[in-house]
């Protein structure tokens, strides 16, 4: 059975930046299209980012031009990093394949305060 674990978050202060990490267990890794989710609080988890298996990014409006995210097939690894971060930015961040896997990861918490 597939494994997601994400790692990375923490507190960070507006206009800072963090660059998160996922593992996914699995034989066909390179062959995923890839994402990551965030879920506000109080709100939905919801789609941010996708990386196709050719390595084209895809991103939500709200973290265009902020948000980069990346693979390393090597290794099994989808990255996501952001900058200039604003406090909306705040929550539990989420991998997973697309279409998704049953079982999601624990998440990792981001939180963007002074």
């Known amino acids: 059975q597939e494994q997601l674990v994400e790692s990375g978050g923490g507190l960070v202060q507006p206009g800072g930046s963090f660059k998160l990490s996922c593992a996914v267990s699995g034989n066909d890794f390179s062959t995923y299209f890839m994402g990551w989710y965030r879920r506000a609080p109080g709100k939905q988890r919801w789609w941010i980012a996708t990386?196709?298996?050719?390595?084209?990014?895809a991103y939500v409006n709200s973290v265009k031009g902020r948000a980069t995210i990346s693979r390393d097939n090597a290794k099994n690894m989808v990255y996501l990093q952001m900058n200039n971060l604003k406090p909306e930015d705040t929550g539990v961040y989420y991998c997973?394949?697309?279409?998704?896997?049953?079982?999601w990861g624990q998440g990792t918490q981001v939180t963007v305060s002074s």
């Open positions: 990386i196709t298996a050719d390595n084209q990014p």
């Open positions: 997973n394949r697309i279409p998704a896997f049953v079982s």
